[in-house]
């Protein structure tokens, strides 16, 4: 790494690197263990990103938060949770695990604390990132100081999607006498002053619900009401004793969407019951959306203590007005409507190329790279996952810029990656409820086992014979894209094979493969 002095501050190095969450810290691992000089750069004075909690800042998750898909498949390939965490951590199991993380690759060390991109252009063949210094305002905010310089090779812009929150507006809004507040700004009831309180709730996605049931329990409000528009389908943490998401596997992702959205239906309903009975009322398939999982809305709503509603038609006063012709007496309105992606750091002329005004889409092959650039600039962790979790994608995304890096693997024409993002676009409108937030939906594991396959590491199950049936009918977890391809590890085989696979899946293979044995066998002795 080399400074120059200037009329301001410069610093030259291969790699920069923006945001010290999860995305950017695997990133910056990557690099690193390829030999690469990598620059940090967290706005923030703390990793984690979203899974550090803050108690006066407007960002990170709520003191209640666990993570909503379990240890096994929320975790980085090569360095597996301990086994005393529960299958589904709480965030500050999840901030720990992050810290023991960059410390043990030695990643810390490359982070810039308190230092934000304010610019991002390209001239020539490098790449300027202007920032500058924050300080605390003591406020809970900060203020910035001194700029810098950073000139680097490659970049890779890893600060997530959800950073603007989205409004909802309704009629007669501005007459409401109570708080209306975002999501982002909830911390628990007690911080925000709701115990006791009537509250409604905008929203039905994983932060909605954990919202209303914080307030419900924790918070002991008089009524706590949830508004949806969509309606949803309630996805318990466990189905049969397993984390629901280890049900996720290639042999049930290769069925057609339809059918395998008809049987995980029916497994729902017989756990929860018809959604209609708790008026959920779900406008889309259970397969067509971002799953919302609580353990315990169901559980309230019966009890009484969360009443559901239609969308808000009107707000007059105190009095929310709903489409189905209720109403409900309230003092604080939690807005859970989700975040629109903004990357106000970007040059002109590179925003024009990644984003697409007005909605809440990007231009990106495979959502990393542009066609109009290359992979000298990449987008890490721009991702909703319909199953499992963000980091073993994040992960996989990285690790294909790196070998991108190294020149050990191209990327396609032009062409030919803007033929990917309009067939990608397409599939995506046709599977999932039209929403901002699945704009960027993907399936983990399929999706994994793409980019994977572009740098040799998607796990080919003749390579592996003896763990062939979990890599069909497993989870497997993060630790299968290490059997092999570059930076293998050497307890991947373990970490796998200790994986179950569960057991209504199991018996059902099983089912299946027997009565096609005995179909054949019948067809065959018919023809003998």
Not at 53 to 63: A, C, D, L, P, T
């Amino acid at each position: 790494m080399q400074e120059t002095k200037a009329t301001k501050p410069v610093t030259h190095t291969q790699v920069c690197v923006i945001g010290a969450g999860i995305s950017g810290l695997v990133t910056a691992k990557c690099f690193k263990e390829a030999n690469f000089d990598t620059v940090v750069l967290e706005r923030t004075d703390e990793i984690g990103g979203l899974w550090t909690f803050r108690e006066k800042i407007s960002y990170g998750v709520m003191r209640c938060t666990h993570i909503n898909v379990s240890k096994h498949n929320y975790c980085f390939s090569d360095f597996p949770f301990p086994d005393d965490v529960p299958d589904y951590p709480h965030h500050s199991h999840m901030a720990k695990y992050i810290v023991d993380y960059a410390q043990h690759f030695g990643v810390t060390d490359l982070i810039r604390f308190q230092t934000e991109a304010k610019k991002l252009e390209k001239k020539d063949d490098e790449w300027h990132v202007t920032t500058v210094k924050l300080e605390d305002d003591g406020k809970g905010g900060y203020i910035s100081t001194d700029e810098e310089l950073i000139i680097a090779k490659y970049v890779a812009i890893a600060t997530g999607h959800h950073v603007t929150p989205s409004w909802a507006k309704f009629p007669g809004q501005e007459s409401f006498k109570g708080e209306i507040i975002h999501g982002v700004d909830y911390k628990d009831p007690v911080t925000n002053r709701l115990v006791g309180s009537r509250v409604l709730v905008v929203g039905i996605g994983n932060s909605a619900v954990d919202v209303a049931t914080d307030c419900a329990s924790v918070g002991r409000c008089k009524a706590v009401h949830l508004s949806t528009r969509s309606g949803a389908w309630i996805v318990p943490n466990y189905i049969f004793g397993f984390p629901t998401d280890h049900y996720s596997c290639r042999a049930f992702l290769w069925l057609p969407w339809q059918f395998g959205n008809y049987v995980f239906e029916k497994v729902i309903t017989l756990i929860n019951g018809n959604p209609k009975r708790w008026n959920l009322n779900p406008k889309m398939k259970a397969l067509q959306t971002q799953p919302t999982v609580s353990p315990t809305l169901i559980h309230m709503i019966q009890r009484g203590y969360i009443e559901i509603h239609s969308n808000i038609s009107k707000i007059s006063g105190k009095t929310v007005h709903f489409t189905d012709g209720s109403t409900a007496e309230v003092d604080h309105v939690i807005y859970c409507t989700g975040y629109s992606i903004s990357l106000p750091f970007l040059s002109d002329d590179v925003r024009q190329k990644v984003l697409e005004e007005g909605s809440n889409r990007i231009k990106l092959y495979k959502n990393v790279f542009s066609p109009e650039l290359d992979h000298t600039l990449s987008f890490i962790g721009f991702l909703q996952p319909a199953s499992g979790g963000l980091l073993s994608m994040s992960e996989t995304q990285a690790r294909w810029q790196v070998e991108l890096c190294k020149g050990k693997v191209k990327l396609p024409s032009k062409s030919a990656m803007l033929s990917g993002i309009k067939a990608d676009q397409e599939s995506c409108d046709k599977r999932y409820y039209a929403s901002a937030r699945h704009t960027i939906q993907k399936d983990p594991i399929l999706y994994c086992d793409e980019v994977s396959s572009f740098f040799g590491a998607k796990p080919q199950i003749w390579r592996h014979p003896t763990l062939a049936w979990k890599l069909l009918f497993g989870t497997c977890g993060a630790a299968q894209y290490r059997l092999q391809g570059p930076h293998q590890w050497d307890k991947a085989y373990k970490t796998v094979k200790s994986l179950p696979v569960t057991d209504l899946i199991h018996y059902s293979a099983v089912l299946i493969i027997g009565v096609l044995f005995f179909f054949v066998m019948s067809i065959i002795f018919s023809l003998s």
